[in-house]
């Protein structure tokens, strides 16, 4: 099994920054294509950004595009995701997660059973 360690996340203002970390585990990194998931409270967990294990293709909510960039760096076994600008509607849990398949820009946006999940850190930005 992989184990996922989210880290960064605290209490920000309206435009700043926030990068977050997830740190994996138990199995060899690079061939898990990896991504971030957010859960507002009240609201269902919505996708936010992917990446392939090769770290050549990305992919992005419509809501973080422009602000969000997801990275990887597979000799340290860490995605991160570098957070600008942003808003009130950013407040969430973040969490990490392992794909357990292939970069499918569709297929991504939506978990299943076979991914692995991290425990998830608070975004509060206040307003």
């Known amino acids: 099994q992989v184990q996922l360690v989210e880290s960064g996340g605290g209490l920000v203002h309206i435009g700043d920054s926030l990068r977050l970390s997830c740190a994996v585990s138990?199995?060899?990194?690079?061939?898990?294509?990896m991504g971030w998931f957010r859960q507002a409270p009240g609201k269902e967990r919505v996708f936010v950004a992917a990446?392939?294990?090769?770290?050549?293709?990305?992919l992005y909510a419509d809501s973080v595009k422009g602000r969000f960039t997801i990275s990887r760096d597979n000799a340290k076994d860490t995605v991160t995701l570098q957070m600008n600008n942003m808003k009130p509607e950013d407040t969430a849990v973040y969490y990490c997660?392992?794909?357990?398949?292939?970069?499918?820009?569709?297929?991504?946006?939506?978990?299943?059973?076979?991914?692995?999940w991290g425990q998830g850190t608070q975004v509060t930005v206040s307003s």
């Open positions: 990446i392939s294990w090769s770290g050549g293709s990305t």
């Open positions: 997660l392992a794909y357990s398949r292939g970069f499918d820009p569709e297929g991504l946006k939506i978990p299943d059973e076979y991914d692995f």
């Open positions: 138990g199995r060899t990194f690079s061939p898990y294509n």
